[in-house]
């Protein structure tokens, strides 16, 4: 059995964001149940020196979005690093959702060989695309997700391992 590139991108990113959708209206029921601001949520840390639960969800929606880019040569969406509530944060998600499906499978054709730089204050990183999907973008993405997930388990959303795996099958 082989797998294109589509198969282990797009499908992956949409469950990825169906799921933390789920998380994060499980946190506004929470916030609405014990009175708590859910301002509070969206700007929590794991730790002073990583991005807010708003900037994990920024950049799993910029990871999925320039991944499918950089694989296909489809210009991404660009979305101002704004939001400051669960519903905005929602709102992301469902933008970036909308771009993911309007990207065929067949743009991803030849993507495993593509060549992809990635830019950074310390220089450029040369992959091919293959590569960069299991060594960057993929594990990028489910770091952020994680890390939400992370947060909102921290401060003491009641969602477990069944919610972040997300339903099996079809």
Do not use: W
């Amino acid at each position: 059995m082989t797998f294109s590139v589509y198969d282990v991108t797009v499908p992956l990113f949409l469950r990825g964001f169906a799921n933390l959708t789920v998380h994060l209206d499980k946190a506004a029921a929470f916030a609405g149940e014990k009175g708590i601001d859910p301002r509070e949520l969206v700007a929590a840390r794991l730790i002073d020196d990583m991005l807010p639960l708003a900037g994990q969800v920024q950049r799993a929606s910029d990871t999925a979005k320039a991944c499918v880019a950089r694989l296909t040569g489809v210009t991404a969406p660009a979305f101002p690093d704004e939001e400051a509530s669960l519903a905005e944060l929602r709102e992301r998600i469902e933008k970036t959702v909308a771009y993911l499906k309007t990207v065929p499978a067949e743009a991803f054709d030849g993507a495993e060989t593509r060549s992809v730089t990635l830019r950074s204050r310390s220089g450029e990183t040369h992959f091919v695309g293959r590569d960069y999907l299991f060594q960057h973008a993929l594990p990028n993405f489910y770091f952020h997700l994680t890390t939400a997930y992370d947060i909102l388990r921290m401060k003491g959303v009641p969602i477990g391992k069944t919610d972040f795996l997300g339903r099996f099958g079809g």
